[in-house]
């Protein structure tokens, strides 16, 4: 890489001061953040009590089926949900509490300090401004007094730094007139033009073609580590998170069911629910019979199910027994070192020890 | 700035790609130029009796003479020139309001919104014509007066329109994107929500102008015009009692409004076909759809189908939104 030009200083100093905090304190700390919709229909519980830790540099991975919560919880982070969200808890970023800040200054954070990259590029881009023009508006937002040839300068190294070929021509095109692959790295550049702190990815591969995943991701974590920013990365998508996570957080219904280190999650998962997810997807490494899957469909958050949420679907529930009553609380299995909100963490984990793998049915 | 240039001459460019384009363009240009021009075409004051009265139409009097010995194609141009203060003063002032109400009513929503859609509601069921004949009978008839009545009852329509587009682009992810990077709700509005919702203004205004221009001569011709300004409507009036001998005085004055009218509304039309889908990613120099270009050969019967289902199902009936 090219020794930083003057214009990346110009745009890159204010955040770098206070980037490099000391590893114990948390970027980014979640605590018992809840947010409920009221609807025509009742109030939606989307999320209930999650709390998490975002550390400087690292990657975190929140897993979970569609409507599990994840997106809600990464918009709640931004400030970005609609007018009818109620929102309790904390959310601390760097001493403050982003949750009770007023709007001006949650506006600095946005786009600064904190980034967000969108699932789907061809929708998160305006289709009536240029590529080059939205991705220095990300950057004029906060710094008025950059000029027009620092601005340009650096929204074309941006563009060269995220793989789109021939930058200075790609900045006067139009979203539409880039594949799939390329417009994500487009937003990429977009969330990643004031080096933030905290990126926010809301499955930034799903939308795409298989075989650019893996590129489109590469340069995520390519700009990432060159930022320091860390990242929560959000997905469905296992093979994802095993790729690039370094912790991740795995979501049901709302709730957080078990939360560790990459490896260990997934090597000795401690919840049913993660058990079943890893069961489900299709792996090179291991001669499989069929793939598991999770019975039932998951609850709607207008009527989450009482006790723990995942019992109707659970093989392991016990019933009658607390898995119906008891709302169990996330914490730390004594076999796997990892917390898990499962009432028989401790017993899962010696039924099943070296593997993922739950007895193939069928 | 190139790039505005060269979106614009794309624009004219697939305007002047449909015959309902080109038809448009070429009935309002050549009297809004006249029109616009008045001074320089027929200078002098055209009310001057200064010509032999009820001559037809000859080299030296372009639309003839009147019972008053006055040359009718200065009137018609001096007409023209009132019709067309008029149509852009009140488009200007609409815009504005209008933009700027259904941007705030759309965007803000709630209490804001309620209000302000109520107070549309309330001017929507004024109708402008009986309101100026009312104003014009305690305020005596102004040409200001005039135009300020009408942009006061015509931007609801436009503000409806703005409202319901802003209320669709905000929710789009784009929105949330700008507002993800930091950028503030006026910034938002302006830089990405409304580009997106000009297309559908562009729509309405020559409908909206048609529609001044109507009004403006209706008032005229019942006598409630300007006293002071030469108006289109004022010399249909004035040419009723010589309709059956001499043509001319009636004729000419109203080819030239009802080219007027009717190439605003097609040009409308023409706007529509042409900004037919501003939000589906497609670029400002996208290719216009096949199936509005000039029919030709095999391509006639498509073409028509294509206009039937149109007429069914357009996107943006926005002439059933102007009364």
Redesign the interface.
Known sequence: MSPPSSTDRVVATTSSASRSGTAAEPVLAVRNLRVRFRTARGVVHATEGVSYDLFGGEVLGVVGESGSGKTVSAMAV?G?LP?NAEVTGQIHFRGRDLLGLPPAEL??????RI??V?Q?A?????????VGSQIA??IT??HRDVTRRQLRDRTVQLLGDVGIPNPSAAARR????FSGGMRQRV?IA??L?NDPEVIIADEPTTALDVTTQAQVLDVLERMRERTGSAMVLITHNLGVVTGVADRVLVMYAGKVMESGGIGAVFTKPAHPYTIGLLGSMPRLDQDGGRLTRIAGQPPSLLDVPPGCAFHPRCPHAQLPGPCATDVPELRTASATGHRSACHFADDLTRVSPSGPSLEPRG | MT?RSRSGTAFLRRLLGRPAGVVALVLVVPPALAGLLAGRIAPGNPKAQAYPTFRPPSREFLMGTDNEGRALFAMVVHGLATSMVTVVSVIVIAAVIGVAVGALSGYR??VVDGVLMRLVDMLEAVPAFFLAIVAFAVLGSDQNTLIVLLAATSWTALARIVRAQVLSVKR???V?????????GV?TVI??IL??VTPAVIVVLPLLASRVVLIEAGLAFLGLGDPNRLSLGYLIANAQPHLQYYWWMSVFPGLVLTSLVLGFNLLGDAFNDVLDRP??????EGRAPARRAWPGGAGRQRVVAAAAAGAAAGPLDVAAVLD
């Open positions: 931004l970005l007018a506006r600095a954070v946005r786009g600064q980034a967000m969108f789907d061809l929708a998160a881009l305006n289709p009536l401004h240029r508006e990300a937002t906060h139009y979203p539409h007139e937003v977009m969330a033009a | 790039s929503g709630g789009r992810e784009f949330q994107a700008a507002r993800s990077l930091g950028s503030s910034r830089r990405h580009p997106n939000s589906e990613g497609q670029a400002p």
